[in-house]
Nanobody, 124 residues
Framework: VQLQESGPGLVKPSQTLSLTCTVS??????????WSWIRQPPGKGLGWMGAMTGSGSTYYSPSLKSRTSISRDTSKNQFTLHLSSVTPEDTAVYYC?????????????????WGQGTQVTVSS
């Protein structure tokens, strides 16, 4: 299974950030898996943002729920993160990943596959 993030590297404050994860070697509609978005701000640890299951159910971090949504295009085997009203505090490396449960510890061992990450900077 391979995951690849894509999207803009620079976003202005107050805009909506959209990042897409393209999955190969496995279907995003398969039962049992959670397809997550995670981020790591500079100098900080991993932060789980949200996930979508194979059936399309979504789960979000309480701290980001009001600004986050995840959608998918099953025909392209892609899922997309939308983060609204971004601020410089949203500057981070963003990753997509697959796991078999909802993350709770914020560590990489909760995922079995992940992308290489994409740097997003929020600046005017």
């Amino acid at each position: 299974v391979q995951l690849q993030e894509s999207g803009p590297g620079l976003v202005k404050p107050s805009q909506t950030l959209s990042l897409t994860c393209t999955v190969s070697g496995g279907s995003i509609t398969a039962d049992y898996y959670y397809w997550s978005w995670i981020r790591q701000p500079p100098g900080k640890g991993l932060g789980w943002m949200g996930a979508m299951t194979g059936s399309g159910s979504t789960y979000y971090s309480p701290s980001l729920k009001s600004r986050t949504s995840i959608s998918r295009d099953t025909s392209k085997n892609q899922f997309t993160l939308h983060l609204s009203s971004v601020t410089p505090e949203d500057t981070a490396v963003y990753y997509c990943a697959r796991g078999d449960r909802l993350p709770t510890t914020g560590t990489w061992d909760e995922y079995d596959y992940w992308g290489q990450g994409t740097q997003v900077t929020v600046s005017s």
